[in-house]
C-alpha cells in the first residue's frame, strides 16, 4: 500500500482497500520507526508491509465477491519463507528507499497477480510489480541516502501464512479488515 489517497475519502458508495502481507514483529515496528525517523509522513498511517494489491477504491457491494476471490487466492497459494535483506531505491524514478526482498520474491509476486486478476480490483499501475517494504518516500535527499546506508545490513526471514485485506476512509492509519490464511 501506499500513502496515495490518504486525506481523499472514497467517493460515496466506495471502499478503499489494499492488500498486504505484514511485516512481523519485532521488524515491523523497526521499519515502521525507521520510515517515521527518516522524515516520511506516511509512517503514521502505515505500518511496515508487503504491497500485493495497492490502493483500490471498489463499489461496497463488490466486497463479498472481493473476499471470495481473496480467499480462493489465499486457498490456492500455500505457506512460504520470506527473507528480507539490505536496501534498493527506485530513484531516480521515485524517491523511494527500500528494504529488499531476497527470498519469497516470486511467491510474492504470484499472490499479486492472481490478487489482481478480480474484475473489481483490475487497475492501472504506473510501474511493474516490485515486492519491497517502503522505509522513505519523497524525503529530502540526505534523509532518502541516510536510511539507505542505515539499514544496508538490515535482515529479516520469516514464514508468510497470511495477507490480509485493510481498509481505508480516508483519514488515519490503514485499518486491518480481515486476515486471509494461505493455504486454505
Known amino acids: 500500500m501506499t500513502v496515495a489517497l ?4 472514497p467517493e460515496p458508495g466506495q471502499l478503499r482497500i489494499g492488500v498486504a502481507i505484514d511485516v512481523p514483529q519485532p521488524w515491523g515496528e523497526e521499519l515502521t520507526r525507521r520510515r517515521a525517523e527518516a522524515g516520511d ?6 505500518p511496515a508491509h508487503i504491497t500485493l494489491l495497492s490502493p483500490t477504491n471498489i463499489a461496497e457491494t463488490h466486497l463479498p465477491l472481493v473476499e471470495a476471490h481473496l480467499a480462493a487466492v489465499a486457498a ?14 527506485f530513484r531516480p524514478i521515485t524517491d523511494v528507499v527500500f528494504v529488499a526482498v531476497a527470498a519469497g520474491i ?15 480490483l483490475v487497475r492501472e499501475s504506473r510501474f511493474a510489480y516490485h515486492p519491497h517494504v517502503t522505509v522513505a518516500h519523497d524525503v529530502p ?11 544496508a545490513g538490515f535482515e529479516a526471514a520469516f514464514d508468510v501464512d497470511s495477507f490480509t485485506l485493510f481498509s481505508h476512509n480516508g483519514e488515519g492509519r490503514w485499518r486491518p479488515y480481515r486476515d ?4 486454505g
Do not use: M, N
Not at 6 to 9: A, N, T
Not at 41 to 46: I, T, Y
Open 6 to 9: 490518504i486525506g481523499v475519502p
Open 41 to 46: 509522513p506516511a509512517a503514521e498511517f502505515v
Open 76 to 89: 490456492a497459494h500455500p505457506p512460504y519463507p520470506l527473507h528480507l535483506r539490505g536496501t534498493g531505491t
Open 106 to 120: 516470486s511467491e510474492c509476486e504470484s499472490l499479486a497477480t492472481a490478487i489482481g486478476e478480480a474484475d473489481q
Open 141 to 151: 535527499t540526505e534523509a532518502l541516502d541516510k536510511v539507505y546506508d542505515d539499514l
Open 180 to 183: 486471509f490464511p494461505l493455504g
